[in-house]
């Protein structure tokens, strides 16, 4: 209103009460009888008897005034004690409590705008308020956002601290730290109960008594501290210390107290005479709701608040006129909303059905927007939702969420109405409010007190889960007890998810009506609206990665997600039921047109190709040619002069952006981490809107040769036109390409949601998915231990009570562990990892499937989409095979196996796509990739693919492995391999069983699976070419080469500082390396051993100019492994016995195997002539030892040829002693190949001829020289050169250009110099 003083002149919607010529129209418009019986009625005080109606005085509108003076009187000390600005005997300060932020605090803290709240910045800073008492008894309170570190209490002013000591570490200062359950004064002693939060701490102070005690949730803990110093210059400031990142909010009286303590005064007092006069016109506002006037029967009937309608009598809205009058200053103070406005209107959704409710808080509000001044309504709503969101967060969860309900269902109330949701959406709810707590249903830290013993009385818990990388043990049947206990579990799971349901329901109508786009009269819609502050809200959390305290907590992200999801599928499919041309939400993706339109701002994430400005100058004529888009060239010149300064902020923004308004102990101010902020979840920091790139709209349909020249325009400018489009128009989804159909999925506004969602998941919502598995991880090691105890007590002789005391103890704490726990994953289950949340992951799963495939069929303009698709693919698919079970399986969602096929196509494709450049995007697709061909349900998946792209795949993989990750690709090689191998079957490390055979926490691999087809085009591509086997064969050998040296060498480091005599540690980090070196190493043997297996020929086969070659460099890396792992007491022996921890996997088994693998391919399985060939180059080698060999199966030294093979040695390695590993027939190839190579090696001996040092190659002086270069000459064996010019075309000696290599024999030489001679 424009005058609220004690004048009688109305400015609001041209009501004048007093104008002398209206004073007959006015007093007629009832019966004079009728009208004072109906003020009477209304204006009667609610603490007074109804007075009799012939000593009463007539009642009208024009002494309605005075008579309302007389009501809202308010006894004049009361008044004048309000007024009198905080002079109250017993406190010293300002009325207005607030925390002292110019020089009561130590350390560096984050304030919020009210001074109120407060977080932790440093060590341990502490802080006090600006009023102390010294006489009386005080109160005031304390919410726990936090539960970290904090000591709460009170301190005087001569109180000095530090960053290590704060209130309760001096003299004259006292603390509770409900953190460590203690209580502080110089001392510390145990005190109280654990708080959570969400906890209120009610500190009070008796300085009459000289005690000081705590109250938690209102609920005493007693007296803490006694004989409190008082006297002349002794007064007490409430003050708090608080660890890093921890945060509160103080309440001194400025709200209604929670749990207000009788005899006890807050320190700041409340608007008393307000607070009266408040209730007195709150109450006359109901009377008016609960009376109607009936002028043609001449008498009031009493009615429902439900059933009242504002049918426009001018006596009711003139009686309202005068309520409000005098009600609307005070519904703007935050006390008076909280405690007159929000309990009246609580018990309006407590007593009615939702309907009746709604129907009269819609009353409410239309007649405080019809009888107060916008700006007043605007105050007061947004004052109502911060104390709503704050009592919906932190209310304690009661069994039914009760609580919760009434909130959501107050929230619900206020958002139906257009007007107030609408100013509600633009002004607050993202902007000075996180609404996004609205979404979320918070975990009870306390079972007992959340009810979930009454829900779920009895407890079981699952056996070990099988989950990637892990393999289940065998577990026993289940019992018929433990048979009964699990489906009493389920049913009381079942109890809890119907009530969670209830509340998730509330919390999705919300969202739809947030989502709402019919509500445009005089205006834009709210989904509009929305869809601005969505996107604002996206901005700030994908800009802010790098700033923990900036992000919405991923938990709350969770929830929000999967509500959004609801509301968005809903009006999605309600769309469709209207326009049968459109899709269902089951086959929803995003156009990719979306991605290069630049009408949907990505800020600064990374696109597929690159940079956003990059991709414009590189691929602006496909944007032309298959999307009809010209690129502004000014944009283009910004873009390259943005590209110049990345680096640097323009000095305006920096000017502009807004910074937290306290930031105490540092010079420069610090933007406020909003999300702890516990007492409105309000905001202080905004971030600026980068420019969103979009598209003039055309006003004419465009020919196939007009373009559209981009523009920028903000996400606050766009319309619904820009969005929706128009009739020549198409909005978001302007640029469509030829590969797109022409009929439109839903309206566009749902598609930038959807894209919203799909980013949400990216942000957060993934890894705390995977964060709250961790549960299930503690119900299972606890379930482990339990077991553990009770094998014990079973074994334990009864002789020895002090162990069976210790143990049944044990026994006890495990068990009631265990109950908390598994009712604490029952929640979990219910809120996070439910059917229908796997549901939501796995439309989203398919939605990122549909809008890759689309996107790929663009071609080149595949490289503007957003990484963040193919990684929510990635990852989507992941949670849904790795989170959700044991309870849920993927397996049972429709379309799985359609599903698993097309992310295969996508993996098998994008892994090694030139339209994709991000190294990171590149990588998680490789590993993606390693990680489906493990299972078998996905391998099965990658074999369904189209043949082309099963083969590209493969071609793919057998690139030269310089200059990529080469060692991803050779684990999915080495994958699909597995279980095909020489000894390969293996699910834990064999020799670890060996020697810890009980030990769960071994290191485990996936169970075998490979793939006979995968291998066959492996071998006709490796068939294919004369270049394709030994380009990637080198590669392979190349690597080997440096893998196993690496190894070598970092053994050698790691033992001589373990010989060391002073005490060492060798760095993990090291060991890791060491250990990742010999992985390598084995692997790559087995993707050799393939190869051979494969196609032998490669090697064997010297009609090939390359076999040869390759067969000699294979032969001296066997020959060099070999001798390393199998010599006696050798420097692998000696890593091997350290058994340090991170070396597990070191050890003889993994590699021999590997090695024997590919000798018994070489020597055994081939052709006798490539055996012949094999045999004589392996054994030409300089570095061969038959010991090595002989070593395979125990044997120390060769055996005689034609006498049988001993026994093995036990104290000896030997494959004979893994016979649960490899089989018999395995074992008598090796008895073969030994007694083979004893034979040849024999016979290679005898007739070998001597050779003088001059006719040895000079490079390895293991060969005889062979081959001359031309032109300059120079000599060396076959061997050195062939592996030289693989990778080099100069000579070894003179640097000179080698032209050709020609054979050379030092006889026919010698006889062709003396012919010439």
Sequence with gaps: MASKGTGMAFSRKSYRLTSDAEKSRVTGIVHEKL??????????????????????????FQNLPEHLDQLLHVDEEAEEEEESQGQVEGRLGPSTVVLDHTGGFEGLLLVDDDLLGVIGHSNFGTIRSTTCVYKGKWVYEVLISSQGLMQIGWCTINCRFNQEEGVGDTHNSYAYDGNRVRKWNVTTTNYGKAWAAGD?????????????????NGVSLGTAFENLSRGLGMAYFPAISLSFKESVAFNFGSRPLRYPVVGYRPLQDPPSADLVRAQELLGCFQAVLSVELDPVEGRLVEKESSEWQLQGQPTVLLTLAHIFHRFAPLLRKVYLVEAVLMSFLLGIVEAGTPTQAQSVVHQVLDLLWLFMEDYEVQDCLKQLMMSLLRLYRFSPIVPDLGLQIHYLRLTIAILSHEKS?????????????????????????????????????????????????????????????????????????????????????????????????????GGEASRYIFLTKFRKFLQENASGRGNM?????????????????????????????????????????????VFYNGKVDYFDLQRLGGLLSHLRKTLKDDLASKANILIDPLELQAATMDDLDEDEEPAPAAAQRPMQALAMGGALPLPRPSWLSSPTLGRANRFLSTAAVSLMTPRRPLSTSEKVKVRTLSVEQRTREDIEGSQWNEGLLVGRPPEEPEQPLTENSLLEVLDGAIMMYNLSVHQQLGKMVGVSDDVNEYAMALRDTEDKLRRCPTRRKDILAELTKSQKVFSEKLDHLSRRLAWVHATVYSQEKMQDIYWLLRVCLRTIEHGDRTGPLFAFMPEFYLSVAINSYSALKNYFGPVH?????????????????????????????????????????????????????????PEEQRIAMVRSLLAPYEQRPWAQTNWILVRLWRGCGFGYRYTRLPHLLKTKPEDANLPSLQKPCPSTLLQQHMADLLR??????????????????????????????IQQAAERLERNFVDSRQLKVCATCFDLSVSLLRVLEMTITLVPEIFLDWAQPTSEMLLRRLAQLLNQVLNRVTAERNLFDRVVTLRLPGLESVDHYPILVAVTGILVRLLVHGPASGTERATSVLLADPCFQLRSICYLLGQPEPPTPGTTLPAPDQKRFSLQSYTDYISVEELAQVEQMLAHLTSASAQAAAASLPTSEEDLCPICYAHPISAVFQPCGHKSCKACINQHLMNNKDCFFCKATIVSVEDWDKAASASATSSAA
């Design 1024 to 1053: 294919e070419g004369p270049d394709v086997a030994p380009s990637f064969l080198n590669s392979v050998l190349n690597q080997l080469n440096w893998a196993f040296s690496e190894f070598i060498g970092m053994i050698q480091e």
């Design 200 to 216: 209120i701490v009610s500190c009070l102070i008796d300085l009459d008594e000289g005690t000081l005690s705590f109250c938690l």
């Design 549 to 593: 305290p900036m992000l919405c907590p991923p938990e709350y992200m969770v929830c929000f997600l999967h509500r959004l999801i609801s509301a968005l599928r809903y009006y999605w499919d309600e769309y469709k039921a209207s326009n049968p041309c459109t899709t269902f939400s089951e086959e929803a993706y995003i156009p990719p047109q």
């Design 35 to 60: 009208l004072d019986d109906y003020l009477h009625r209304i204006f009667s005080s609610t603490d007074r008897a109804p007075t009799a109606a012939t000593s009463r005085k007539l009642l009208n």
């Design 421 to 521: 949701r609408k100013f509600l959406l633009s002004h607050v709810l993202f902007d000075v409010l996180r609404s996004v707590v609205f979404f979320y249903i918070k975990s009870p830290l306390r079972v007992e007190e959340a009810g979930l013993q009454e829900l779920i009385p009895t407890t079981w818990w699952p056996h070990r889960s099988s989950r990637e990388g892990k393999e289940s043990k065998e577990v026993k049947d289940e019992t018929s007890e433990e048979r009964l206990r699990r489906r009493a579990y389920e049913r009381g799971c079942q109890r809890l998810k119907k009530r969670i349901e209830v509340v998730e329901e509330l919390q999705v109508q919300i969202l739809k009506l947030l989502l709402n786009n019919q509500d445009d009269n």
């Design 889 to 945: 399986s993927m397996e049972e969602l429709p379309g799985y196996e359609e599903t698993l096929t097309r992310l295969a196509a996508i993996l098998a494709k994008h892994f090694a796509d030139t339209r994709i450049v991000g190294t990171d995007i590149r990588d998680s697709l490789m590993q993606a990739l390693a990680s489906y061909v493990c299972y078998p349900n996905s391998l099965r998946a990658v074999e369904r693919i």
